[in-house]
């Protein structure tokens, strides 16, 4: 059986609690990688909800927007697309120290501010 749509938006809140204690502890990839993980299982409710069935096993958070039909603004759909693209690699650094540079303690808040706005205009959109 399939996750309810408050399923999925429980487990994208929890991992946007995991975001925060990544970040606290300095462990900046590993909070990028968990708003990556928050935003899908929103999307997911979302997917979820409109579309009455079992969301695809997929990482690909434009995909899931364009299934969804979910009418962004421009500046939303852009974090998405960022976001998007940082999941391989924070899921597999081709190299540690490069990653751990890149995502410094002010790329990475800024990143996790963004996903915690994108969290709740996601949930705004999800009937209750």
Not at 38 to 63: C, D, E, R, V
């Given at each position: 059986?399939?996750?309810?749509?408050?399923?999925?938006?429980?487990?994208?809140?929890?991992d946007?609690?995991?975001?925060?204690?990544?970040?606290?502890n300095?462990?900046?990839?590993?909070?990028?990688?968990?708003?990556?993980?928050?935003?899908?299982?929103?999307?997911?409710?979302?997917?979820?909800?409109?579309?009455?069935?079992?969301p695809?096993?997929?990482?690909?958070?434009?995909?899931?927007?364009?299934?969804?039909?979910?009418?962004l603004?421009?500046?939303?759909?852009?974090?998405?697309?960022?976001?998007?693209?940082?999941?391989?690699?924070?899921?597999?650094?081709?190299?540690?120290?490069?990653?751990?540079k890149?995502?410094?303690?002010?790329?990475?808040?800024?990143?996790?501010?963004?996903?915690?706005?994108?969290?709740?205009?996601?949930?705004?959109?999800?009937?209750?």
């Amino acid at each position: 059986m399939s996750k309810s749509p408050q399923e999925w938006l429980k487990q994208a809140d929890y991992d946007m609690e995991t975001v925060e204690i990544m970040f606290d502890n300095k462990r900046h990839i590993y909070a990028v990688f968990m708003c990556h993980l928050s935003i899908g299982k929103a999307l997911k409710g979302l997917y979820t909800q409109k579309l009455n069935k079992t969301p695809p096993k997929t990482h690909n958070l434009i995909f899931l927007v364009e299934k969804i039909k979910l009418e962004l603004s421009e500046d939303l759909y852009d974090f998405i697309f960022t976001l998007n693209g940082v999941s391989v690699p924070t899921r597999y650094p081709d190299e540690l120290q490069k990653l751990q540079k890149d995502y410094n303690t002010a790329k990475t808040r800024v990143l996790l501010e963004k996903s915690k706005e994108a969290l709740k205009w996601l949930k705004a959109r999800l009937e209750r």
